[in-house]
């Protein structure tokens, strides 16, 4: 039997180790080579879509306890442009856009579709009916509109939510879409960053 | 066996400790944007607007809805917890079914409106018997 040669046993376990660290290291840093982009962490979609949520909270926050709020009144009319559309565009976009001050903001990119659905009543489906839209504003007035597109940004969109409750009794515009009683709609507004 | 040379230990160890620092900071730095994305995820996952806005939306119908209705008054709040019934359902993909059940109380100064809350969209469930009290 050969006797083995049994001579520097340290550097043959310093270099298990040393193999081993680097093994593991390799095997961290493949990993870790997935690539995150800002718009994959969802952090700007989570800013954008409680943004739109509390502007459509504002608008739906009425002056006094039991009063009627500014974006009940403009589902009220949500045909008619000079009562509905047009104030709600000028509302919400005012809110989404914020200015400090007169500075311009270096980001008024913010495009939205707001869709009112509502039950038929006859069939127990949904219908929706589309209530106003930023490119709806650039098409009929480009110069006082001039953010409005259809553009497409990178980023995805988001949507927000309000239930407006519907009141024939209240002063309603003409040609409303949905049944004439009293009953529950859903204002949806899609926002996105074009 | 062979004696090593033991020579700069200290430069050896510090330079050791000095490694696994570093590694334990970049297995730190790796995980940040995945706790990022994960913690905005569940923020977005999880429907507070939403459910803020049902809440007040029923509670402004139970202070409006009295006791005893007609059978006309009957038909027509059932009309409006149909319509979110069905709406949410289809848009929110949520069963979504609302109660309000209001009260008379003759010996106080306040009527009462149980109001029950089911809401479940697959991720949140949110479930509420709240009690509105009403003056006369």
């Known amino acids: 039997m050969v006797i083995l040669a049994d001579d520097a046993q340290l550097y043959t376990i310093e270099g298990v180790a040393a193999g081993m660290i680097m093994l593991l290291t390799a095997y961290l840093v493949l ?26 909270a504002m608008m739906d926050t009425p002056d006094y306890a039991g009063g009627r709020s500014n974006l009940d009144r403009y589902v009220h009319n949500a ?52 209530f ?17 597109r259809d553009y497409l940004g990178r980023e995805p969109a988001v949507v927000a939510t309000r ?22 709609l859903l204002l949806e507004v899609m926002v996105w960053r074009g | 066996m062979e004696r090593m040379n033991d020579e700069a230990q200290w430069i050896v160890l510090m330079g050791f400790i000095v490694s696994i620092g570093i590694f334990f900071l970049a297995v730190i ?6 706790v990022g994305q994960t913690t905005s995820e569940a923020v977005l996952e999880f429907p507070k607007s ?41 848009r929110k993909n949520a069963v979504l079914t609302l109660s309000i059940s209001p009260q008379k109380l ?20 949110y479930d509420e018997i709240h009690t509105e009290y009403i003056t006369k």
Do not use: C
Not at chain 1, 31 to 55: K, W, Y
Not at chain 1, 84 to 98: A, E, R, V
Not at chain 2, 50 to 68: G, V
Not at chain 2, 106 to 125: K, W
């Open chain 2, 29 to 34: 730095i790796s995980q940040s944007t995945t």
């Open chain 1, 132 to 148: 106003s839209s930023s490119s709806y504003w650039h098409d009929i007035d480009p110069i006082n509109y001039p953010d409005g």
């Open chain 1, 79 to 130: 045909t008619s442009d000079a009562a509905g559309k047009q104030p709600f565009h000028n509302m919400f976009t005012g809110y989404l856009q914020k200015k400090t001050g007169t500075l311009d903001t270096p980001v008024t990119d913010l495009q939205y579709r707001a869709v009112v659905y509502y039950r038929v009543e006859a069939t127990n489906e949904t219908a929706n009916y589309t």
């Open chain 1, 31 to 56: 990993n870790t080579t997935s690539v995150f982009t800002p718009g994959d962490v969802h952090i700007v979609d989570m800013q954008l879509e409680q943004t739109v949520s509390d502007a459509l």
């Open chain 2, 50 to 90: 939403e459910i803020l806005d049902l809440r007040s939306e029923a509670l402004s119908l139970a202070n409006e809805w009295k006791a005893n209705p007609s059978l006309g008054e009957s038909a027509k709040r059932a009309k409006i917890l149909e319509d979110i019934r069905i709406i949410a359902m289809a």
């Open chain 1, 163 to 184: 239930w407006v409750s519907y009141d024939k009794d209240h002063s309603h515009s003409v040609g409303l879409p949905w049944d004439n009683r009293r009953q529950m």
């Open chain 2, 106 to 125: 003759d010996d106080d100064p306040f009527d009462l409106s149980v109001v029950t809350i089911h809401f479940n969209n697959g991720v949140t469930v």
